[in-house]
């Protein structure tokens, strides 16, 4: 695919993709993740000399209304706090806008839009018609074959990848791809049937499939062990024991567990063998988790997607503590991806331990499953020409 920093932007008109679809609150952005991850492609595509729009959705609202609750102003208002140049919101522009060289003009969310979800082809050719170069960077959303993922990259004179948007699908090429050895990947969160392809999909490329949170106990139970009143999966019991037959799948020997799902529950750790039929499972116990970290410290390669445990609640945390810390003590390439493996990353303060971060949610997934993603095929397609 062709690339951004390839290409000569001096007085053109360039349009970026980015996903800056962050938390919102009381008209302040409350996580910054991703337009971090968004600013190197701005300040890049600014000393090119570009003329610069950034486009992006936010949320999802409903679709050819302005909703002020969904406005990208909050978002403008933080990058001309951290950006030296001037950012300005533009609410009108899909007949033409002017953009001047040294400023940044955001489009106001793309989804406000009639047809942007449905990648409606007169709406990307006026998106296209905004600009000389399109820069998709959003890999965030490039799981959406939409208007300005998808269609806008089609009709432009040139459409390229952006640089965050290329070093997304380099780090998760060298773990999906060419993983060095050992490669563990870890995978939590509530359900099973939400992740099922993702497991499937890494059971096959880990050498060790590390499952936690409500997805581990549908594992539980699949090994004959009691899990209670706990979340799991009872008719996917038989799919898990599919996977463990095809895949190193270790599971849990003791746990942590409560009688309510509650800030104020208390907490029991016990061994899976004395799991009584109120308790519900909340996280590993600490034999099962030192286990895992024990099982990290030889990897090359480790995948996380997903807490094993109510991380929220400190007294079902240690968990996922132990294996962030175990992450952030290996060398070896780790990647992270899901907003609530970030928040996890967050909390125990490993950000700068893990060797990438990805900014992709479901796109993240999808990737991981071995999709294509929309947004990349139509990048391809662009470049054989
Ligand atoms: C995300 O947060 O995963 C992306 O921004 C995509 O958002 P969407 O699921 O509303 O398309």
Redesign the pocket.
């Known amino acids: 695919i062709i690339k951004m920093t390839d290409l000569d932007l001096n007085g053109k008109r360039v349009l970026v993709r980015e ?1 800056l ?1 962050v938390p919102v609150k009381d008209g302040k952005v409350t996580s910054d993740a ?1 337009i971090l991850a968004s600013i190197p492609t701005i300040k890049l595509a600014l000393e090119k000399g570009a003329k610069l729009m950034i486009t992006s ?1 936010l ?2 609202p409903t679709e050819g209304e302005y909703n002020e609750e969904f406005s990208l102003q909050p978002i403008v208002n933080y990058l001309n706090d951290v950006l030296d140049v001037p950012v300005r919101l533009a609410k009108d522009y899909l007949d033409g806008i002017e953009v001047n060289a040294g400023e940044v003009v955001v489009l106001e969310n793309v989804r406000f839009n009639k047809g942007e979800k449905k990648n409606d082809e007169a709406l990307a050719k006026k998106m296209a018609a905004l600009c000389d170069v399109y820069v998709m960077d ?1 890999f ?2 490039a ?2 074959a ?1 208007a300005s993922t998808h269609g806008v990259g089609q009709f432009a004179d040139v459409a390229c990848a952006g640089p965050l948007l290329a070093a997304e699908l380099d780090a998760l090429g060298k773990a999906m791809d060419h993983p060095a050895r050992p490669m563990v990947a870890i995978v939590g969160g509530s359900k099973v049937s939400t992740k099922l392809t993702v497991l499937e999909s890494l059971s096959k490329i880990a050498d060790q499939l590390v499952v936690g949170g409500g997805i581990a106990n549908t594992f539980i139970a699949a090994a004959g062990g009691n899990v209670g009143k706990s979340l799991y999966e009872a008719d996917l019991v038989d799919t898990a024991k599919a996977l463990m037959s095809s895949a190193s799948i270790p599971v849990a020997t003791d746990v942590v567990v409560g009688k309510e799902f509650s800030e104020t529950a208390v907490a029991t750790t016990k061994s899976v063998a004395d799991v009584v039929d109120d308790d519900m499972i909340f996280d590993l116990g600490p034999d099962s988790s030192a286990k895992l970290a024990e099982i990290l410290k030889s990897a090359k390669t480790i995948l996380w997607n997903g807490p094993v445990g109510v991380f929220e609640f400190d007294q079902f945390a240690e968990g996922t503590k132990v294996i962030a810390q175990a992450i952030a003590q290996s060398d070896a390439f780790s990647i992270a991806g899901g ?1 609530d493996t970030l928040a996890a990353i967050d909390k125990f303060g490993i950000k700068d331990k893990v060797s990438y971060i990805s900014t ?4 993240f997934l999808e990737f991981v499953e071995g999709k294509e993603l929309p947004a990349v095929a139509m990048l391809e397609a662009r470049a054989k020409g």
């Open positions: 996903d679809n991703r959705h949320g999802r959003a965030g959303t799981h959406r939409q907003g992709g949610g479901g796109a």
